[in-house]
């Protein structure tokens, strides 16, 4: 049984940072590309960052670019999501999510497989 654990979450005020990780269990995590996702309250859930099965490529979308990075330890089967410089509008469920099946840096929901609970980030002004 596939299994997506967040932890990390919390309050953090303005310009401050936190580090969610993710950590998997039930597959073979280095045949996975790895994915967070971020639902706003009232908002769809929306891409924040992928990264490659090795590690080696990343992709971020342009409201975190700069400010977040994404890394992997496949030893440890686990991702994490280093987030800097955070704004009120970070204030959001940061979900994982695991895919198998596509090449490249998937982005879109509907590619990935697996997904964790989530992870709630609230960000104070």
């Known amino acids: 049984q596939v299994q997506l654990v967040e932890s990390g979450g919390g309050l953090a005020q303005a310009g401050g940072s936190l580090r969610l990780s993710c950590a998997a269990s039930?597959?073979?995590?280095?045949?996975?590309?790895m994915g967070w996702f971020r639902q706003a309250p009232g908002k769809e859930r929306e891409f924040v960052a992928t990264i490659s099965r090795s590690g080696s490529s990343t992709y971020y979308s342009d409201s975190v670019k700069g400010r977040f990075t994404c890394s992997r330890d496949n030893a440890k089967n686990t991702v994490y999501l280093q987030m800097n410089s955070l704004k009120p509008e970070d204030t959001a469920v940061y979900y994982c999510?695991?895919?198998?099946?596509?090449?490249?840096?998937?982005?879109?929901?509907?590619?990935?497989?697996?997904w964790g609970q989530g992870t709630q980030v609230t960000v104070s002004s």
């Open positions: 039930g597959l073979t995590f280095s045949w996975f590309h």
């Open positions: 999510a695991a895919d198998f099946n596509h090449a490249g840096t998937p982005r879109t929901e509907g590619q990935y497989d697996y």
